[in-house]
């Protein structure tokens, strides 16, 4: 590549000293266009190379995946061994390589431009400005802009470069990373630096890159990628189970009364208040009652809902037990935060202690009342059920046909 380039820098150079010495500058403008197309060939072939190193004679990597290693003998598969069966980085060399050769000769060819831009500028005020140098000016203003556009291209590419090496140096040897915390290693922009990531496993830099949903992690394995996706993939499925139940939740509560809608609603909110009232006081011992007590609230007023016509035995609940509860746990908690505990606060709170005790009795009781119709439907089904297998005979003390 390197005799490439200086065969066309003398080329050029020769082109524009004859295009000055015969006033015939039909190639002059070829000559630069054959040169940034050439340029742009070896950036091409730069980065179709994706960075590994390759044999000179062949042109393999000698660097990468170990797709064909099968058909290779024993001592190819030791020339052509990988660093890593999957390769996660390219080296970027050859872009790198590509993007230096680029800006160089974009700021040598540009320059040039520019002198003899600015010589025929000279001449042409000096003598009369016709149609020839209004046309010189042109290309040489042409190839100026083509040489800096070049230029410009090169240094970019060289950075971009620079930058991916310390994405890489960053990961280390991780399969995945945040976004943020790259950004804060190399003191770039949150925004620049995702907008780079896209832009280099697009181009295949992170062979095995990928984003999350959310574009605030980097993921450099498949390994990574396929964990991430099954519990992606996990998460919608448990999510849209819950959103079906809730559903159904809803529909069940939809049919219930308005009276039966707003016993639940308040029972719903007597849940709340003495789970708030539990997180409020510490101790392990009235704690553990009072989560009973929200237990049994919580399955009473489920099976209301369930059962709506067992609304009428929860009027005494509703209008005496639940209110001094909450009177008593909002008691507790005063006084159970106060920095002195005085003989009359200990044995008060020891009070109401014994009383959640026997709350919590009435309550699961209450609830074990409103299983009855329950429990004598499943009494008389298995009472029917023993009959019939003993007419059938097929019980040991059955009747016999």
């Given at each position: 590549m390197n005799n490439?380039?200086?065969?066309?820098?003398?080329?050029?150079k020769?082109t524009?000293?004859?295009?000055?010495d015969?006033?015939?500058?039909?190639r002059?403008?070829q000559?630069?266009?054959?040169t940034?197309?050439?340029?742009?060939?070896?950036?091409?072939?730069g980065?179709?190379?994706g960075g590994?190193?390759?044999d000179?004679?062949?042109g393999?990597?000698l660097?990468?995946n170990?797709?064909?290693?099968?058909?290779?003998?024993?001592a190819e598969?030791?020339?052509?061994r990988p660093?890593?069966?999957?390769?996660?980085?390219?080296?970027?060399?050859?872009?790198?390589?590509g993007?230096t050769?680029?800006?160089?000769?974009?700021a040598?060819?540009g320059?040039t431009s520019?002198?003899?831009l600015i010589?025929?500028?000279?001449?042409s005020?000096?003598?009369?400005?016709?149609?020839?140098?209004?046309?010189?000016i042109?290309i040489f203003a042409?190839?100026?802009?083509?040489?800096?556009?070049?230029t410009?291209v090169?240094?970019?590419m060289?950075?971009t470069?620079?930058?991916?090496r310390q994405?890489?140096?960053?990961l280390?040897d991780r399969?995945?990373c945040d976004?943020?915390?790259?950004?804060?290693?190399t003191?770039?922009d949150?925004?620049k630096?995702?907008?780079?990531v896209k832009?280099?496993?697009t181009?295949?830099?992170?062979?095995?890159?990928h984003?999350?949903?959310k574009?605030?992690?980097?993921?450099?394995?498949?390994?990574?990628?396929n964990?991430?996706?099954?519990?992606?993939e996990?998460?919608?499925?448990?999510k849209?189970e819950?959103?079906?139940?809730?559903?159904?939740m809803?529909?069940?509560?939809?049919r219930?009364?308005?009276?039966v809608?707003?016993?639940?609603?308040?029972?719903?909110?007597?849940?709340r208040?003495i789970?708030?009232a539990?997180?409020?006081i510490?101790?392990?011992v009235i704690s553990?009652?009072?989560?009973r007590?929200?237990?049994?609230v919580?399955?009473?007023?489920?099976?209301?809902?369930?059962?709506?016509?067992s609304?009428n035995?929860m009027r005494?609940?509703?209008d005496?037990?639940l209110?001094?509860?909450?009177?008593?746990?909002?008691?507790?908690e005063e006084?159970?935060?106060?920095?002195?505990?005085?003989?009359?606060?200990i044995?008060?709170?020891?009070?109401?202690?014994?009383?959640?005790?026997?709350l919590n009795?009435a309550?699961?009781?209450?609830l074990?009342?409103?299983?009855?119709?329950t429990?004598?439907?499943v009494?008389s089904?298995?009472?029917v059920l023993?009959?019939?297998?003993a007419?059938e005979g097929l019980?040991e003390?059955?009747l016999?046909k």
């Open positions: 490439d380039w200086e065969h066309f820098g003398e080329e050029i020769q524009i000293q004859d295009a000055i015969t006033k015939d500058y039909s002059l403008n000559m630069v266009s054959d940034v197309n050439h340029a742009m060939d070896c950036v091409s072939a980065i179709k190379n590994w190193y390759r000179p004679k062949t393999q990597p660097y990468g170990t797709k064909n290693a099968g058909n290779r003998s024993g598969n030791q020339r052509y660093v890593s069966v999957s390769p996660r980085y390219l080296k970027g060399t050859s872009v790198k390589i993007g050769f680029l800006a160089a000769t974009g040598v060819f320059l520019v002198i003899f010589i025929t500028l000279i001449g005020v000096i003598t009369a400005f016709d149609v020839v140098s209004g046309l010189i042109g042409v190839a100026f802009i083509s040489f800096a556009v070049m410009y090169g240094v970019d060289v950075c470069v620079g930058r991916f994405y890489v140096s960053v280390r399969e995945f976004i943020k915390e790259i950004a804060s290693a003191g770039r949150v925004r630096v995702l907008k780079d832009k280099m496993i181009k295949g830099w992170f062979c095995q890159g984003l999350d949903e574009e605030s992690c980097l993921m450099v394995s498949e390994q990574a990628w964990q991430y996706t099954a519990l992606m996990d998460m919608k499925q448990r849209a819950e959103q079906a139940a809730q559903r159904k809803q529909e069940e509560y939809d219930l009364s308005p009276e809608q707003k016993i639940v609603q308040a029972g719903d909110e007597y849940v208040r789970k708030a539990n997180d409020a510490p101790g392990e553990a009652k009072i989560s007590m929200e237990l049994l919580d399955r009473i007023f489920d099976r209301v809902e369930q059962n709506p016509d609304v035995d005494r609940m509703m005496y037990y209110p001094t509860t909450m009177k008593l746990l909002e008691a507790y006084l159970d935060a106060q920095p002195v505990q005085g003989e009359n606060i044995s008060s709170k020891k009070e109401i202690e014994d009383t959640i005790d026997t009795l309550f699961e009781k209450l074990d009342s409103l299983f009855q119709d429990a004598w439907d009494s089904d298995i009472s023993h009959t019939m297998l007419q019980t003390d059955g016999k």
